[in-house]
């Protein structure tokens, strides 16, 4: 790598691995993946090129929503470990020169967490200000018709005490009052437990909902609303329970004290358009590093479409804002599941050259599909409270597939959740001694991306998009890529406005293609991708 990219931060420069933890890999057969079976498997995360892994939450909890309902911040859940196996896989996963990402819940706990206890155990309790309580109306109605996205109303009443809380997810998961700063307080300490081991950054979960209007003014109805194929959420704009101005004097809170620490890494969960999205960087940068860009999950695949947002994108970023772009996470339709088998090589090629850091979710980069689970063994909340809207997160939340012997080498235990049937052709161990596999291509785009300072800091350029291709190049000093991916399952042809604009297939969805030589016209079979590096 040229000496000048330097400057550029581990989180600018390398993809983000995302792991859920429940559904990695089980050392001790209860069926369910830990840290220890983490740690088995960093041999393949190296492998693989990752720079960095964020785990979804492995703290003590009840587990009503697999552990971003957190009864203790500063614990480990005996199902994932201890803590000595905690420092044991940073300290492995640092050994390696990688980075550990770890996920910080600060919206809400669970019910059990002792903060709550109390604060739901008298009026006059301490703690009964750092979560959201009020009166009901006068006719014992909830105090406004905020809804919880996991259905139905956002208020629950507490019977003891005569008042309603607020949730925003489940009963099960009371919001903090961020207005409070003991609860501040108290979320700063917990980050700075895990700083002082040494984890290199949080993803933050729902930081757009983290404060709510002080007055609890009524959500507007929402008039796009489709009822029995929308959640029930959707039926009012969250105007008034999300995304208020007073959150970002939190987000630069949580900045600042990460800002005391070596290269720390904020990356912010925020479901909003872009132009709201932009305001999670703070003023001058004092901000998170990387508000999660989820437009690749939640637009249509459409070339044009995608090829406008990103130049929306990269047109709204603040001038030390640094993009970022993901294909998958533990809450939606995996890749391939979504936008089919056949172009989730191009939506591979696409995540790995766009500019800015990638983050993978486990298990794509095998092509792993969203699987089929039967209703008597769905474990989702969210799929269980809204049965009839095929709402569950259960099927992109299946073991990892390692290898063709009982469980996919995931457990020799019965997996928390079914396994695809499809395990003994896709899992790792196949694909590895496959040369053409997606999981090899995976790694090639990795490698490739490592390589070139053009393809990870490199500035992009939008060159074409029709109803089928996207063109960009990435570019840095004198090496210039020009990428081309067809989103369409039919031969697609491009011919350069520049003169002379010609070279050579580097990297293919189609292992046929690299090496050849392209000029006048380039074109592309469906659901084909290709990284051309152009003559200068
Ligand atoms: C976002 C997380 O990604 C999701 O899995 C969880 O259910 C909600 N936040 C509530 O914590």
């Known amino acids: ?29 209860d069926g369910v993946g830990d840290l220890q079976g983490i740690l088995q498997r960093l041999d393949y995360l190296e492998w693989l090129g990752m720079e960095a892994i964020w785990i979804s939450p492995i703290f003590p909890s009840p ?37 550990l990402i770890l996920d910080l819940v600060p ?7 002792p903060w709550f206890l109390e604060s739901k155990s008298s009026r006059d309790n301490p703690k009964r200000d750092w979560y959201i309580w009020h009166d009901g109306n006068p006719d014992g109605t909830p105090p406004n018709n905020w809804l919880s996205v996991f259905g139905g109303s956002g208020w629950e009443w507490d019977e003891k005490t005569q008042q309603y809380y607020y949730h925003a997810f489940l009963k099960e998961q009371p919001d903090l009052n961020w207005r409070n700063p003991e609860v501040q307080q108290a979320m700063m300490d917990v980050m700075r437990f895990w700083l002082d081991k040494g984890v290199d950054g949080f993803r933050v979960d729902v930081m757009w909902h983290m404060i709510k209007d002080d007055q609890l003014r009524d959500n507007p109805k929402n008039l796009d609303y489709k009822p029995n194929v929308d959640v029930t959420y959707n039926e009012l704009l969250p105007t008034y329970s999300t ?135 769905v474990k989702d909340p969210q799929g269980l409270n809204m049965p009839d809207l095929n709402v569950s997160r259960d099927p992109a939340r299946t073991p990892m597939q390692w290898d063709d012997s009982p469980n996919a080498g995931f457990t020799d235990a019965e997996p928390w959740l079914p396994l695809s049937s499809n395990y003994k052709r896709v899992n790792v161990t196949h694909q590895r001694n496959s040369e053409h596999s997606i999981l090899n291509y995976y790694r090639r785009l990795v490698q490739l991306r490592q390589q070139e300072p053009a393809l990870h800091v490199g500035n992009y350029k939008p060159v074409h998009s029709d109803k089928q291709m996207i063109v960009y190049t990435r570019e840095y000093e004198d090496r210039c890529f020009l990428i081309m991916l067809n989103l369409s399952h039919s031969p697609c042809y491009y011919t350069p406005k520049t003169d002379g604009l010609r070279g050579r297939v580097i990297l293919a969805t189609e292992p046929e293609r690299e090496g050849t030589y392209l000029e006048k016209t380039f074109s592309l079979g469906g659901d084909e991708g290709i990284i051309v590096l152009i003559d200068k």
């Open 1 to 29: 790598m040229s000496n000048t990219t330097k400057e550029y931060l581990w989180w600018q420069k390398g993809v983000v691995y995302q792991i859920y933890p429940r559904s990695y890999q089980d050392s001790n057969s």
């Open 63 to 99: 587990m009503a929503d697999f552990g971003y309902d957190i009864a203790d911040y500063t614990g480990i859940h005996p199902l994932f470990g201890s803590m000595e196996d905690f420092d044991e896989l940073l300290a492995e996963v640092h050994r390696r020169g990688m980075k």
């Open 107 to 113: 919206n809400h706990t669970s019910d059990q967490h």
């Open 243 to 377: 995304d208020q101005p007073e959150i970002h004097n939190i987000v630069q809170m949580m900045r600042a004290l990460t800002d005391e620490y070596d290269e720390r890494l904020i990356i912010g969960e925020i479901y909003l358009p872009i132009h709201r999205l932009m305001t999670y960087y703070g003023q001058n940068g004092n901000g998170a590093h990387l508000p999660f860009n989820f437009q690749l999950i939640t637009m249509p695949w459409d070339p044009q479409r995608i090829a406008g947002a990103i130049d929306e994108y990269e047109g709204a970023l603040p001038p030390d804002g640094w993009p970022n772009w993901v294909l998958g996470n533990h809450d939606n339709v995996r890749i391939a599941s979504r936008v089919g088998i056949e172009q989730a090589r191009v939506a591979a090629m696409l995540l790995l050259t766009l500019r800015g850091t990638p983050t993978l979710y486990y298990g794509d980069e095998l092509g792993m599909r969203d699987v089929p689970i039967p209703p008597d063994k």
